[in-house]
């Protein structure tokens, strides 16, 4: 999944809405095959997610829209910094739909979340990077509505939700995108890489994370999702000479430390097998 920043900086001669467009093509195209190597009626595995299913893949596609715009108006460090701070945000929705209680621990690590977010949106204000910043934090609001619908709907398979956001921002963008007289008519190059971020960020990433929240405990998802918010600057990094500024080393550092914490907490507190 780190692989999507980098993907996006090769994209150079498209907008916004026509990348979007490419990659929910791919991104569904993945989804679809899965479906049918796994031999099971693609209308009837959406059904089997309800309404939960629904409301999952309309935040997911906020989260997949915010996520680009993010990174084509800010740096991929800013953008995967505060998309990590989904984790604060899906604690807040947990409480608030599910009445998950929300622990001492956790209220230590918003605090230290949103001073993250706080040091790197003033910074961005000062760049001028405010708007990619705040579409970056809207996609950490529409990726943590997905995960809370997630746990909600935990004993049915939700793997079709990807495939409801890919349709949704699909059709969002594509509309988007004519409306705005930039057209869908993009070199070859930017369709494939695209597409190829929808087949293997979204459609083999996404699909990967989702299974695997059935069968790993939610803490221990958190460390591990973070390994993408370390590994996607390092490769602009390498590829682009996209280096982090100060301010948002520091603001990440916090960011990271704060949910890394309370994770460790959780971890210690799952019962041993």
Do not use: K
């Not at 996006?8 to 190597?37: H, M």
């Not at 893949?57 to 680009?68: D, I, M, P, S």
């Not at 293997?200 to 803490?219: E, K, S």
């Amino acid at each position: 999944m780190s692989l999507g920043g980098p993907i996006i900086r090769l994209a150079e001669d498209s907008t916004e809405w026509q990348f979007l467009f490419y990659r929910s093509l791919g991104a569904g195209l993945a989804l679809l095959a899965w479906l049918v190597v796994t031999r099971r009626p693609v209308l009837a595995a959406i059904r089997g997610t309800g309404a939960v299913g629904l409301v999952g893949g309309l935040c997911l596609a906020v989260g997949f829209t915010g996520y680009v715009w993010g990174v084509m108006n800010s740096t991929v460090a800013n953008a995967l910094f505060l998309l990590s701070a989904s984790p604060l945000f899906a604690a807040l929705l947990g409480w608030a739909v599910m009445r998950e209680p929300v622990s001492r621990s956790m209220r230590f690590a918003m605090a230290g979340v949103m001073t993250g977010v706080a040091i790197m949106i003033g910074e961005g204000l000062a760049e001028a990077d405010l708007f990619g910043d705040l579409a970056a934090l809207a996609a950490a609001v529409g990726f943590a509505g997905f995960s809370v619908c997630i746990r909600r709907g935990r004993h049915t398979d939700m793997s079709p939700t990807i495939l409801i956001a890919a349709a949704v921002t699909a059709a969002v963008s594509g509309t988007m995108a004519l409306a705005g007289g930039a057209g869908l008519a993009v070199p070859v190059a930017d369709i494939g890489l695209a597409a190829a971020y929808g087949v293997l960020v979204i459609g083999a990433g996404i699909l990967m994370l989702t299974i695997g929240a059935r069968h790993v405990p939610a803490a221990e998802l958190v460390v591990l999702s973070l390994t993408e918010v370390v590994f996607g600057p390092i490769w602009v990094a390498l590829a682009f000479g996209e280096v982090p500024s100060a301010l948002t080393l520091l603001g990440g550092a916090v960011l990271l430390g704060s949910i890394s914490a309370q994770a460790a907490v959780g971890m210690r507190r799952q019962p041993i097998d």
